[in-house]
């Protein structure tokens, strides 16, 4: 039996990354059931998640802290002492580069083996932050490279840019992002809008996308509705674009929702128009709800999306090849059903957690053996 402990933080709610990380264990616990045993440590505001839910139904034991409302200091204090108290195991999984560093002592007393999925690029992402936000940040990514033994990366893509400019290749293998792949279901949706889920923020190109809009609608008056699903930062710089470009009422904000897979139903085309995307979750998700995904040709988006097959790739931040591509989806309902077809079995081969469980066990018994 193999023993696996994570700790998930859940003071600001569950992150994309630990929730990849959910939806990989679900997987596995799935596939290897009375041969594997999963301890979830989180706090309480991690239960109001579907997925989590799932997991504790399938027989994980989950210590489910209600100290959310505590100061960052003794709320990771309370996760540590936590995860002391836990018991013996084989290996402990984080999530973050963040998680790992706080807690490493901790789980090297209690695990045999430390390992860390890597969800991003920190070099990158930190870039806008403060100074001290970027320093800590910087610190924690790359002491947790180095204390960690072995790292899963969410794409080829993120690991070969960590191992060229950063090295720790022996480390690394590439285990893409799982999704719900329940939640999806397929449904008619012919004349639907077309669709972005994502957090408002600059990287995400949703302001590309209400150009490509406001550039259609200089040649065709028959211009679908865009339903922006997410919230963030840029909420007011996009509705002032929307504005100034005179496709504000072609646009709804629709603001964070916690039921992704409903607007994803409903639209004709799913949307990602990202400058910057080490794995891409929306698009697997359009995937699996069998519609056609337009994506920027970047990052890990190149290993969900292929091209002409489950979808389109356009060009990074050219909102004009952008709406080419929309006009060649929306005025073709035959390639729209080939390629959401295409989509949702691509989805089913490569990235259910029960297709990447089997990757997930080889990934743990290569640490044990390291």
Known sequence: MIK????????????????????????????????????????????????????????????????????????????????LLSGRHDVAHFSTPKALFILFPAARLVARKVVLTLEGYPPYELSEEGVGSRLIGMVAWHASLRLADLIAVCSDWLRSLVETNHGY????????????????????????????????????GIDVAIRALAHLTESSPDVPELLVVGDGPERPRLERLSEELGVADRVEFLGHRPDPERWMRLARVVIVPSRYEPFGMPAAEAGAAGRPVIASAIGGLKEIVVDGVTGLLARPDDHVDLAFKIQRLMSDENARRRMGEAARARVLRNFTPEAVAPKLMSFYLDALRS
């Open 4 to 83: 696996i402990v994570t700790v998930i933080p859940a003071k600001g709610g569950i992150t994309g990354a630990s929730m990849a990380l959910v939806n990989s264990l679900l997987g596995f616990v799935g596939l290897y059931g009375r041969n594997v045993k999963v301890t979830v440590i989180t706090s309480h505001n991690a239960l109001k998640y579907p997925t989590l839910g799932k997991l504790i139904r399938r027989g994980v034991r989950c210590h489910a802290l209600r100290v959310d409302r505590f100061p960052a200091l003794v709320y990771w204090s309370l996760l540590a002492m936590k995860l």
């Open 169 to 204: 290749g022996s480390k690394m293998v590439t285990i893409h992002n799982p999704i719900d792949f329940d939640r999806f279901k397929v449904e008619g949706a012919e004349g639907g809008p077309l669709v972005i889920v994502a957090r408002l923020h600059r990287v995400k």
